[in-house]
């Protein structure tokens, strides 16, 4: 699918226009995205906690930080526990994805996605995009990508770097790790530490701005970018 693709996505009022795909990356709003799941089988396992963090101008605004745990209908396992720590009598109380869902989805509208693996995120969130008639396949930058095409981590096409190890790679803080909220925190710094050195690389040889259309190409190659 062509670049163009990405002016008609969220339906037909919420679209990138072709000027703004052509603008500086950093104009767009953007939304770190985390999922916590029983697991990672996608006919069986199911969300039990989201996170969302806004990006503007570059900044994030933590008053804008979302959060909720979600009540599946089977409850996780005592091995996904052991990785997210969050309990069935956590999610008791916690309302239903059918509940949750529309919420969350406002925070996506109008902005690019971000989320670490984005192939995770992706997967589990498709159906229930479908049913309240939105799209982010073409509009999401995946945090793993960019570390891998700006050589932050080395390249490994059977596996997807660690959003702890790459943040810790990079002098940043790992935001309690396996918490939604904390790993979507974690997702936007990174993406803002990627996106200004990508940047500044383009600069130095091309004396131009790093275009929102050229961020999200670079987000689907798996090896390192050339500038």
């Known amino acids: 699918m062509g670049i163009e693709s990405y002016v008609r996505l969220f339906g037909n009022a919420d679209r990138i226009s072709k000027s703004e795909l052509d603008s500086s990356w950093r104009q767009m709003a953007y939304c770190a995205i985390d999922l916590e799941t029983t697991g990672l089988e996608l006919k069986t396992d199911e969300i039990i906690s989201i996170g969302a963090v806004q990006i503007r101008d570059t900044r994030i605004n933590s008053a804008e930080n979302y959060y909720q745990e979600v009540r599946p209908e089977h409850m996780p396992s005592p091995s996904s526990i052991l990785i ?87 002098k940043l803080p790992a935001y309690s790790p396996h918490h939604a909220l904390g790993d979507a925190l974690t997702t936007a710094i990174v993406f803002l530490a990627l996106a200004t050195e990508l940047e500044r690389r383009k600069l130095e040889k091309r004396k131009s701005l790093l275009t929102l259309r050229e961020l999200l190409k670079l987000s689907g190659r798996s090896a390192r970018a050339q500038w």
């Open 84 to 170: 997210h720590g969050i309990r069935a009598v956590d999610l008791e109380s916690a309302p239903p994805i059918g509940q949750v869902f529309p919420e969350f989805a406002e925070q996506l509208k109008g902005r690019v996605v971000i989320a670490h693996a984005a192939w995770v995120e992706s997967a589990f969130l498709e159906h229930h995009l479908e049913a309240v008639n939105l799209d982010i396949t073409n509009r999401l930058i995946d945090t793993a990508s960019l570390a891998r095409v700006s050589g932050a981590v080395e390249v490994d096409l059977e596996h997807e770097p660690s959003l702890e190890h790459l943040a810790r790679s990079l």
